[in-house]
T-cell receptor, first 115, second 114 residues
């Protein structure tokens, strides 16, 4: 079945540090790729997305490039801020013509930016 | 901005009892979903629903689970006989028909089974 593997556990950069959170996926289909962000007490919110290979999702200084050749969708930011602290989930969904709608999530990465 | 709402925010129940979790999806959305998240773990898909029927379900969604859209606005998840391991956050989500695949999530219902 489909799977998503991302940087495990917690990352603790200092404010102003650069950030990479790794995400790799496995599927037999040509998926759409997403990063969702979850703040305490809330549901996941769409953070950015990429619908096809070589698309780059962008939001609030974060970027992720859909790389089909390496089946990756790493989340990057040049300079993190305390307000970026949250749990980030990488996710994929299968093409419309498969009839499948489920999002497959990674295990989540807790970003805790130090002041 | 339209959003998905869920009630209650926290439900405590005894093992073996039935619970119904309620959701109001975004009004012009046509696809509805339930996911769950056991504390500290990943978000897991349970079921998707379109045109008044289940379109996809996971192996977690066994006979003790059911979904219903009883009217034009609500979408419910029923767990017939709760088990301790059903304790989790349950998220409802909805998406619009077409090529836009984004799913919009509600704030969740925390279910605690004692």
């Amino acid at each position: 079945g489909d799977s998503v593997v991302q940087t495990e556990g917690q990352v603790l950069p200092s404010e102003g540090d650069s950030l990479i959170v790794n995400c790799s996926y496995e599927t037999t289909q040509y998926p759409s790729l997403f990063w969702y962000v979850q703040y305490p007490g809330e549901g996941p919110q769409l953070h950015l997305k990429a619908m096809k290979a070589n698309d780059k999702g962008r939001n609030k200084g974060f970027e992720a490039m859909y790389r089909k050749e390496t089946t990756s969708f790493h989340l990057e930011k040049d300079s993190v801020q305390e307000s970026d602290s949250a749990v980030y989930f990488c996710a994929l969904s299968c093409p419309m013509d498969t009839g499948r709608r489920a999002l497959t999530f990674g295990s989540g990465t807790r970003l805790q930016v130090q002041p | 901005e339209p959003e998905v709402t869920q009630t209650p925010s926290h439900q405590v129940t005894q093992m073996g009892q039935e619970v119904i979790l309620r959701c109001v999806p975004i009004s012009n959305h046509l696809y509805f979903y339930w996911y769950r998240q056991i504390l500290g773990q990943k978000v897991e898909f349970l079921v998707s629903f379109y045109n008044n029927e289940i379109s996809e379900k996971s192996e977690i969604f066994d006979d003790q689970f059911s979904v219903e859209r009883p009217d034009g606005s609500n979408f419910t998840l029923k767990i017939r006989s709760t088990k301790l391991e059903d304790s989790a956050m349950y998220f409802c989500a909805s998406s619009i028909q077409g090529n836009r695949r984004e799913q919009f999530f509600g704030p969740g219902t925390r279910l605690t089974v004692l």
